[in-house]
T-cell receptor, first 113, second 114 residues
């Protein structure tokens, strides 16, 4: 079945450091891929998405590229801020009419000033 | 424009009791999905409702049931509560058939079973 594997946290960085959170997936066909963010005390929010191979999703300085050849969707940001401290989830939605999202375990990011 | 709203925000129950959680979708959305998020874990899909019917279900026992009303709001019911049911329950809404696959999540209901 479909699955998502996400790098374990917690990740602790200093402000302005470069961020990479790895995400790989297993799926049949061509799934859609997502990164969601959960700020402390808040609900999940869609950060970015990509729906086909080689698509690059981007938002708020974050980017992720859908790599079919390596079945990856790594999240990157060139310069993190304290306000980026949150838990980040990689998720997959299977092809076709399957509307169920499959989630990674989440990676906690703490950015220190 | 109100987003997804869930009630209550927190709930404490004892083993064996029953609980009902409520969700109002974002305005214009007609599909509601429920997820269970245990501490330190990613959300697990429970089921999805559209047109007042359960359209898809995850690997949850029959103790978990739901309902969708004509105004698209939804309820999640859990019977015979177990300690392991303690989790954050998230509701997400979307528009069926839309090209936008974006889910909007509520802030969740934190359920504690003692």
């Amino acid at each position: 079945g479909n699955s998502v594997t996400q790098m374990e946290g917690p990740v602790t960085l200093s402000e302005e450091a470069f961020l990479t959170i790895n995400c790989t997936y297993t799926a049949t066909g061509y799934p859609s891929l997502f990164w969601y963010v959960q700020y402390p005390g808040e609900g999940l929010q869609l950060l970015l998405k990509a729906t086909k191979a080689d698509d690059k999703g981007s938002n708020k300085g974050f980017e992720a590229t859908y790599r079919k050849e390596t079945t990856s969707f790594h999240l990157e940001k060139g310069s993190v801020q304290v306000s980026d401290s949150a838990v980040y989830f990689c998720a997959l939605k299977g092809a076709g009419n399957n509307r169920k999202l499959i989630w990674g375990l989440g990676t906690s990011l703490a950015v220190n000033p | 424009d109100a987003g997804v709203t869930q009630s209550p925000t927190h709930l404490i129950k004892t083993r064996g009791q029953q609980v009902t959680l409520r969700c109002s979708p974002k305005s214009g959305h007609d599909t509601v999905s429920w997820y269970q998020q245990a501490l330190g874990q990613g959300p697990q899909f429970i089921f999805q409702y559209y047109e007042e019917e359960e359209r898809q279900r995850g690997n949850f026992p029959d103790r978990f049931s739901g309902h969708q009303f004509p105004n698209y709001s939804s309820e999640l019911n859990v019977n015979a509560l177990l300690l392991g049911d303690s989790a954050l329950y998230l509701c997400a809404s979307s528009l069926a058939g839309g090209t936008n696959e974006k889910l909007f999540f509520g802030s969740g209901t934190q359920l504690s079973v003692l």
